[in-house]
């Protein structure tokens, strides 16, 4: 391995280890309770060199959907010649609901709950998932195209994405089994693809 990939994976292993550290942290006292020293103590770094991996404090818990911002992108990019783009994005959703995928919602695994119960019911990082969601809008749309009606179309993507991951979540946190939630879950994500494809005629 060459000395550039090597250092980019001790990089990366270090976001993992400074994120890991913090949501421990914050789920067992709250967010709020918890501080960025306190965090840089837990994994063993300063906390300016803590600083140069999280700008903000509530990127040491978003950095575990990083890798979900350019997803519907990477889809889109990736999909075999002949399928369309919706296709393709439904079809993967679909797909992450059936293996019960944290970022779907369907999932009652308990760490996965309490890792959502952590972000949706903290203000502050609500508010910074828009700050992700923004940029998940924004590569869609240039995988799209580029264009102004590309980025309209990015933003109803992710927004039906989200709505039906956030509904499926709400459903799992009531206490039903992801089991349970799953074939409504289809259901709704093909309602909601649908309306996409119909250009939501049916609000006209």
């Known amino acids: 391995?060459?000395?550039?990939?090597?250092?980019?994976?001790?990089?990366?292993?270090?976001?993992?280890?400074?994120?890991?550290?913090?949501?421990?942290?914050?789920?067992?006292?709250?967010?709020?309770?918890?501080?960025?020293?306190?965090?840089?103590?837990?994994?063993?770094?300063?906390?300016?060199?803590?600083?140069?991996?999280?700008?903000?404090?509530?990127?040491?818990?978003?950095?575990?959907?990083?890798?979900?911002?350019?997803?519907?992108?990477?889809?889109?990019?990736?999909?075999?010649?002949?399928?369309?783009?919706?296709?393709?994005?439904e079809q993967h959703f679909l797909a992450g609901l059936d293996r019960r995928d944290p970022v779907t919602g369907l999932n009652d695994h308990p760490g996965v709950r309490d890792f959502h119960r952590l972000v949706y019911g903290t203000p502050s990082l609500v508010a910074r998932l828009f700050a992700y969601l923004s940029r998940s809008e924004a590569a869609l749309a240039e995988a799209l195209g580029g264009g102004d009606d590309d980025r309209l179309a990015a933003g109803q993507i992710v927004a039906v994405r989200r709505i039906l991951a956030e509904r499926n979540w709400q459903r799992i946190e009531a206490g039903e089994p992801a089991s349970a939630v799953y074939a409504d879950a289809v259901a709704a994500a093909e309602r909601g693809f649908g309306q996409l494809r119909s250009g939501l005629g049916a609000y006209a």
């Open 1 to 89: 391995m060459s000395e550039g990939g090597l250092r980019e994976r001790k990089k990366q292993r270090m976001y993992q280890v400074i994120s890991e550290a913090a949501i421990t942290l914050f789920l067992e006292r709250g967010f709020e309770k918890v501080s960025v020293a306190e965090v840089a103590a837990a994994a063993e770094i300063s906390k300016p060199t803590l600083f140069r991996y999280f700008p903000a404090k509530e990127d040491l818990v978003l950095h575990r959907l990083s890798d979900h911002e350019t997803e519907a992108a990477r889809v889109v990019t990736g999909r075999p010649s002949g399928q369309s783009p919706l296709d393709a994005l």
